[in-house]
């Protein structure tokens, strides 16, 4: 089996104390064994205040704040999920960007947001350059291979993008996803991708005054545990393939 966690905390205007939150959050669910803990999008900054997250971007494979969790990685042997954060584009752009490093504190997976978030006049597109494809890594733990897709929020209301995927055991959505549309669609959307993908979902939200209730799902549904909307804290489930394989066995859609 793979334990995860899901990292749920408020990211305010400061880089450092969110790098501290978000460290000592994965420090906690480390000692509770966690082998992959995923953080909510845009974890260092405020998701939609997009001159602060000009200021905090970084160049690709340089930076504080990838080097901090490459090394934190590598410190408590663990897989860090790095949210997403604002990294460099092309002509002066940014790119949403989630980041996965394994416990050697190696970069093995980046996924581009590709479905941009627009709602009530807040357009990341006047912002972001739009990824291209679903992100994708396997996790071997004891000789057992996981296979783990990657989405960021906005990216739930496409299930299309879903069957890019290729059948994952594991779905991560690091989100900042709003109170507004939160309270309405959040846990439809994310109950709705793990029933159909027949596989676990994990859930990481930034917490109030965004929408918080982070959470984690089995292939049937089932919510295996879920936090509030302000809380800033972590939980941890366990991902057992051979209920993925029970699952699929029984409602054969693939």
């Not at 420090?27 to 845009?42: N, T």
């Not at 679903?134 to 209301?157: P, Q, S």
């Amino acid at each position: 089996m793979l334990k995860i966690a899901a990292c749920q905390f408020t990211a305010i205007e400061n880089v450092s104390k969110n790098l501290e939150t978000a460290t000592k959050l994965i420090q906690m669910a480390s000692k509770k064994g966690a082998d992959l803990v995923v953080l909510p999008e845009i974890f260092c900054s405020v998701p939609y205040h997009f001159d602060e997250l000009r200021k905090s971007a970084e160049v690709y494979k340089t930076g504080p704040i990838q080097q901090h969790f490459s090394s934190l990685a590598k410190e408590l042997n663990i897989w860090i999920a790095a949210g997403s954060l604002p990294l460099k584009a092309d002509q002066a752009g940014l790119t949403n960007s989630a980041l996965v490093f394994d416990n050697y504190g190696k970069e093995v997976c980046r996924y581009d947001k590709v479905h941009l978030f627009s709602f009530d006049g807040s357009c990341e597109a006047d912002v972001y350059t739009q990824g291209k494809s679903a992100g994708v890594f396997e996790l071997t733990k004891k000789e057992e291979t996981f296979r783990i897709g990657l989405a960021i929020c906005f990216d739930i209301r496409f299930p299309g993008m879903f069957s890019e995927m290729d059948h994952p055991d594991l779905i991560l959505i690091p989100a900042a996803f709003t109170k507004i549309t939160g309270q309405a669609h959040w846990e439809t959307l994310l109950r709705a991708r793990a029933i159909e993908n027949q596989c676990y979902l994990c859930a990481s939200d930034q917490a109030a005054p965004l929408w918080g209730h982070s959470m984690i799902i089995d292939p049937w549904g089932k919510i295996l545990e879920k936090l509030g909307d302000s809380e800033n804290d972590f939980i941890v489930s366990a991902i057992d393939k051979n209920l993925v394989n029970e699952v699929r066995t029984r409602i054969p859609m693939f």
